[in-house]
């Protein structure tokens, strides 16, 4: 008789949630990924720039709310986490930061989930002044406006 233990096994396990895989839930990994409302600590925007990039970190603006999540691999994952907490998709613009580059040189308008012809933005980089503005704002005052990391 073959042993179906191993498929069945197979079946029972379930894939890791959103927050299992970007929050870090299992093993009591540090997040991932945060929602700020207030201003970063250094220590921890250090600890975000390093866990998937070397010099930079990817984050979502709610230009309405005014928060971000900061961090994560992928835009779509901090966006997500923003819409579980009630966001609106309308108001969720991502962008990278690099730390280090100072003002003008510290945001990179650009994310996959920028990409909205149905509200005027065709490419992956924000167009709007008024948005980027909105982005800019959010980004100095919780984030940083390209200094260097401690």
Request: glycine content about 10%.
């Amino acid at each position: 008789m073959p042993d179906i233990f191993p498929g069945i096994l197979a079946l029972c396990r379930r894939p890791l949630s959103l927050f299992e895989r970007v929050a870090g839930a299992m093993a009591n990994e540090e997040p991932g990924i945060v929602v700020i409302e207030d201003r970063i600590a250094a220590k921890e925007l250090t600890r975000l720039v390093g866990r998937y990039f070397a010099e930079m970190v990817k984050y979502v603006v709610d230009v309405e709310r005014g928060i971000i999540a900061l961090g994560g691999e992928l835009h779509a994952d901090a966006e997500h986490l923003l819409l579980e907490r009630g966001c609106e998709q309308r108001d969720l613009w991502g962008a990278n930061y690099y730390p280090g580059r100072g003002p003008e040189g510290c945001i990179e308008y650009v994310a996959l989930i920028n990409i909205r012809p149905a509200v005027g933005n065709r490419s992956m980089e924000i167009q709007d002044e008024a948005i980027r503005a909105r982005v800019r704002e959010l980004t100095y005052r919780l984030v940083g406006a390209g200094e260097p990391l401690e």
